[in-house]
C-alpha cells in the first residue's frame, strides 16, 4: 500500500464501494461496488480508504470476476492477514471525479439533504436515502416531526414528469405531484 502523505485527501468524498472478505491467501479481497454497472468502480481511481481515523491510499494491481464476486488484488497485500485488515473499509473517491450528467439526471448525493414540497406547497420532509427498486428509483423523506399526518416516512417514487415536478438543486428543493396524506 502507498504511503500516506504521497496524495491529495478528497474535497468532496463519496463512496463507491466496500472491500470485503478475504479470498485466498494471497492478498486478494473480495469488492463490493455501488456504482450502477459493478465493474465500473474500477474506472474511478485513485482510490481511498479510511482506517482508524487515517486516510489511506489504495493501489490496485489487478481485478477479475470469481463466480458472482468480483475480487481485487491491491499492491503490498500478499497475504491473507494483511486483506484481512482491509475488510469491511468503504472505497472513497473524490466525487469531481464522477462524469458530468445529462440535463434531467441527478445523482443520489446530491438529492439526499433536499427538502421535499408537494405542488400545494406542503412539506413533506427532507430525503434522508434513496433506494432502486428495479423499476424507478425512490425517494425516502423523513417527514418533519410536526407532520400533520403523523407520518414518520414516505417513499415516494422518482418518477420525472408524473410525480417529480421540478429537481432545485441550488436551493436544495424538489416539488412533487404527492398527497402528503400517502
Request: proline share 3%.
Amino acid at each position: 500500500m502507498s504511503k500516506q502523505a504521497s496524495f491529495e485527501l478528497p474535497v468532496e468524498p463519496i463512496v463507491l464501494g466496500k472491500l470485503g472478505s478475504a479470498y485466498g491467501i494471497r492478498g486478494w479481497l473480495r469488492v463490493f461496488s455501488s456504482t450502477e454497472h459493478a465493474e465500473s468502480i474500477f474506472e474511478y481511481q485513485p482510490w481511498l480508504i479510511q482506517r482508524a481515523g487515517r486516510w489511506q491510499h489504495i493501489e490496485l494491481e489487478a481485478w477479475k470476476y470469481h463466480n458472482q464476486d468480483m475480487v481485487i488484488k491491491i499492491k503490498g497485500v500478499d497475504d491473507r492477514d494483511a486483506a484481512n485488515l482491509l475488510t469491511n473499509c468503504e472505497i472513497i473517491v473524490d466525487s469531481e471525479q464522477l462524469p458530468e450528467l445529462d440535463a434531467g439526471d441527478y445523482y443520489w448525493k446530491d438529492l439526499i439533504g433536499c427538502q421535499v414540497v408537494n405542488t400545494a406547497g406542503y412539506s413533506l420532509g427532507t430525503i434522508s436515502d434513496m433506494m432502486e427498486t428495479g423499476s424507478n428509483d425512490v425517494m425516502v423523506v423523513k417527514a418533519n416531526l410536526k407532520d400533520a399526518f403523523g407520518i414518520k416516512e414516505r417513499l415516494i417514487p422518482f418518477l420525472d414528469g408524473q410525480v417529480i415536478k421540478k429537481v432545485d438543486l441550488a436551493t436544495k428543493t424538489i416539488e412533487v405531484d404527492w398527497d402528503p396524506g400517502f
